[in-house]
């Protein structure tokens, strides 16, 4: 593979990195999902909160990973009683969360970006063969990608709880996010069931954005080489 296979490839491979956390991003944050996933769930009964109550930390919740409320202190009425909803371990464990979300955030969306500009300056600078090298690279790059996905989306289909347990493992330094149903009530909110939709949810609008990315490359690389070889076969009828 030449140099600029691999520059495409790694181009690629940022590209759809940047484009699952953006489809991370959209629907972590989509109050109909949660709305759907609580009604499915039966949530707020199961917790012993009126509807209002867990809109309320749900908000709550987003509006602190998001950095736009500053800590996790609020109370509803559970089970009759007003009370504080998250303790000092879900306290802390949502500040680790937090960490986590603006690293991948940043790590994410400036992959995104150079995976873009990278493949738009490739071709831009490219022409003939050279471009349809780019092109090559890209859905090289895509074959990777989804290698390394399907492997990953393979393992967490056939046993969700050990892949989310590896997940956690891999991601925190610490077990605070080993969480008690009986004690904690974070984990009652978005339960393993939750999360399970959450990944089904992402790993479909992703695939379908590179799904299509990737029939857009592969028709415009089939196009070039078409154009090519026309171009070969009226030079060769003007030699002779």
């Known amino acids: 593979m030449n140099t600029t296979r691999r520059l495409s490839a790694a181009a690629a491979v940022l590209l759809l990195i940047g484009i699952v956390v953006l489809w991370v991003d959209v629907h972590c944050f989509c109050r109909a999902f949660y709305k759907q996933e609580y009604q499915k769930l039966n949530t707020a009964q199961s917790i012993g909160m009126t509807e209002q109550g867990l809109e309320q930390t ?16 609020l109370s509803v009425s559970i089970n009759g009683q007003e009370r504080e909803v998250f303790n000092a371990r879900e306290k802390a464990h949502m500040a680790d969360v937090k960490t986590l979300y603006i690293r991948a955030r940043w790590v994410g969306y400036g992959s995104l970006l150079l995976g873009a500009a990278g493949i738009v300056l490739l071709l831009v600078t490219s022409h003939g063969s050279a471009r ?25 289909a056939i046993d969700f709880d050990t892949f989310w347990t590896g997940f956690h493992k891999l991601v925190f330094a610490n077990d605070l996010w080993l969480l008690d149903p009986r004690t904690d009530i974070l984990i009652e909110i978005v339960p393993e069931q939750f999360f399970f939709d959450l990944v089904i949810r992402i790993a479909a609008s992703a695939l379908a954005t590179i799904g299509a990315l990737w029939a857009a490359a592969f028709g415009w690389q089939r196009k070039w080489k078409k154009r090519m070889v026309k171009g070969q076969d009226a030079d060769a009828g003007t030699v002779e």
Do not use: D
Request: aromatic share 12%; glycine share 12%.
């Open 132 to 156: 349809r090298e780019v092109l090559g690279g890209y859905l090289r790059g895509n074959v990777c990608f989804f290698a390394a996905l399907a492997m990953i989306g393979l393992f967490a």
């Open 58 to 73: 749900t908000e709550a919740l987003l509006a602190y990973l998001r950095g736009e409320q500053e800590n996790l202190s």
